[in-house]
């Protein structure tokens, strides 16, 4: 099984991607889909339901070769290497594009999605995830306080854990995405918060300490960087407990109407057609 559902801000991302891809098939049939930064695999087995041809790439070898034996029985699923900011995709290419944590591992993220608007064919749709700059203060709060009290043009980080775990070269600002979403001329569809108080309280610090001990490639980055246990999932499959997250996802929603800032950000960008 992928343990990963059990951890709610990864169960929230998988719900998000996996609802919004549903609902776009229903009326824009995907001939040919990008998994773009796909790391482990986690999201391609659903993506490739989906899609009539899909393609998973990462800059990771390792995780490449896990990915693909993981997802081997898939026939319509395609692995390879390739950079998300230098894509050698021809222009216009995919009708379907994911990348889910991906874009604040790049050194230019504002390439990147560059690169996505070239790649993707008119009318195409890309969706993304990432983690936001704007989190809440019970997932980490002295990154928190730091973020208040630092000067301009400190390194924004304090501490490499709690919301700047996991090799995150940065995090995501709203307003930055947007800026770079609109200069590619990428329509913003949907812009949803993903975990919010609770599901930061129950993921504060331990999480990217577990990740750290536990992963494979613990900074999900380019070399891989081995974790003290080097765990992988299993399969796939999501694990019938993943109801238990499931719940604790629906009280963590409540409280956006208290709390409205977020572990992070579930975007829904489309191409215009020609």
Known sequence: MNFKHFFPSFRNRFRFVRSQVADLAQTHPFERGLSLGTGEGDFDCMLASYCRNLIACDVNEADIQYATQLNQGITNLRYEIN?????????????????????????????????????????GYAILTYPCREFPWSYDPVNRIWQLLRKPGSKENLISQGAYAFGHNYLIGSADFKTWAASTGLELITCRP????????????????????????ARNVTTDTNGVLKVRPTDTKE????????????????WFIVFQRSLGKGVVLRKPAK
């Open 239 to 254: 694990p019938a407990l993943a109801a238990i997250t499931d719940a604790l996802l629906w009280i963590d929603s409540w």
């Open 83 to 123: 950079n998300a900011q230098a894509l050698t995709y021809p222009d216009n290419h995919f009708q379907l594009i994911v990348s889910c944590e991906v874009i604040e591992h790049v050194n230019q993220p504002d390439k990147m999605v560059s690169e996505i608007y070239r790649v993707l064919a008119p009318g």
């Open 194 to 217: 993903l975990s919010g108080w609770l599901v930061g309280l129950l993921e504060m610090y331990w999480t990217g300490l577990a990740q750290s001990i536990l992963k494979k490639n």
